[in-house]
């Protein structure tokens, strides 16, 4: 029996935290990849010291809803999930490239599959790529537009800034964007001065982030200068300084971030049938009328 | 053949005779039941798959095959083994659905456990206590089951009953709208629908503690089947079946306060600071603040350490704690920052009705009543007004009470420290 576990960092203070993490949970719940998909949290029910024990199956990969490597996957969940032996070095990552370990869970007694978290997955590239056609509403958008990643800088966790900037290069790679920056919250080059940094007249800007909350809803809006109070609400696209800035929101919020959690149990070994293509097939953007 | 009923210790009940004989008593009367094709079917299965010798058991018989027919594949090759009666050979599988037919409580009885609810240990045992199955006999349960059998769960109240085909059916609804007529409540099918009813309460606030006694009413899931019982009690109370399910085995691992504590890193790190070996007495206060019935249903089983336990009561509610939530090292983090200032005293005058004002503000707080207190009932302490002319009175414009500055040093910051 396949078992998949999401588990996310959740809130004492906001709803919307674990709404992403239910939302992914049913699609991929509803594609029959798994035999049951269970939810863990760091700050809700079941907590990571318990979501084990209320899983059924004996084949059971562990997806962590994070944006980078750091503090979380390295040392919270392994420590409160209890993987026996565990050390970061079971990933051998250059803080990009964690993929899985196979450790036993000494809460169950069983081997789980510990996945890399989602933001590092070369999958994600193509979520915040969707994200972007989500919040413009053009399945084909491009064009004519700038694209903007932003997330935390380095000053919480090194691994953060990597996350951003390897999406961001794959993206300019690409070609779909006119220009592609990766911008920071709280390091050099500042989201804060986004016009300064691209020509074009629209401009998506997608953070890399699991959940709307704090920093998604009240930091960047304001800090872009999207409105002067968050409480004051703003417009998308919402026209700062002659650019056209088209806020989108956190990208974890994207229906297709669930295939990102596939992806990870796929390279763990799990047996997915045909639930990726399901589940990006599902999950796309209609054309706009 | 082995002797079936050595390995049984049910009793004897389920013949149609005994059923009339319970009709006949105080004892409310077991149902009718059909035999369901599906639940034949799963015997046939069983008994296909039979290793020599073994037996499939049901409450007061078991059924098996005749060694010697087994690889002829005969058609009348079925043995029926009555508990303290001849056992009856050479059934064929006309005879075998006729016997068990007439024992159709035991054998749907097997087939809901053995079939529908499967191995899994918490969600078996769970679905077995609501009706008492390791204590009760099939007849007396399914008496109970006809008439309704009621369990609680924290704020839920389960009624399992069973259908004429045996089928277990569960409703499930908020306690305090035990008695409500259905159709005045919002009715639920998928037990994932549960995620909505707890995620708020009642007055609209954010639940962060599933297991907070503030589960709001209205809703009830009418019709369940036990995979979605159990999975409905899990969302509205996560994980409680599963360390409830350790528990009765005996295995449930506490993680007592200082473990928890020293397991602690990042911004949590700093608890483990608040013990200084000077007693437990804060942890007490921790626990009278958050883990007390009136804030928690979860019991509270973990103490101060293995060797130490804490000096309040914890509770009575049906599924342990094993250790302190998340929301509890969160709100430790803020004690013991604020448990490292050290008292100051203060002089300042009120009056005894002022001072008694001010307990009954912090004990409406601390008890969540400020919203019942109405907005003209000035005789309550806590009362709007009654707070506002206490400000009025006796703060000064910076917002020290008594004109009183928190920091001597700092007398235009009421928050010093903060």
Redesign the interface.
Known sequence: MQSLVIVAHG?????ESSAPT?AHA?TIRASGAFDEVKTGF??????F???L??V?GDDVYVVPLFVSEG?FTE??IP?ELRLEGWDVSEWDSDGLSADQATLVAS?VGREVHYCGPVGTHAAMTDVIERRAESVTGDPDVGEGFGLAVVGHGTERNENSAKAIEYHADRIRERGRFDEVRALYMDEDPEVDDLPEFFESDDVVLVPLFIADGYHTQEDIPEDVGLCEDHTEGYDVPETVDGTRIWYAGAVGTEPLMADVILERAADAGADLGDALATVRETTRVAAGD | MSDPESATDSEFVTDPESVTAAESGDEPAVPEIDLPSDAFDAVLDALAGLAPDEWIRFEGFAVGVAGDDRAADADAHYVLEPAGDDSRTGLNERDLHAALADRAPAVTDWYVFERVVGEFGPRRAFLRWIEDADGATVAERYAALAAGIERAWGQLRVIATVTDRGERRYEVRHADDVGVPREELTAHDDPLEAREIVTLDGKGRYRPLKTAPTLRRGWVFPDLGPKELYETVETVYPATIANWHREREGELDVSHWRETMARQSGIYGVIRTWDRGEGHEHVNWVAEACCDDSQCLKRREWEYDEDTDLDVDGGEGVFPCREPCSVVVSAARKWTRLESEQPRTYEFDLTPSEKEQLEEIVDAVADGRTDEIREADTKEGANRYRARFLRAKLFDDAGNLGGVPTDPDDPDDPDDGE
């Open positions: 809130s004492h203070l906001n709803p239910y049913d760091w700050k809700e029910e079941p907590h010291r318990e979501v024990r209320t059924e503090y040392q919270v420590r809460d």
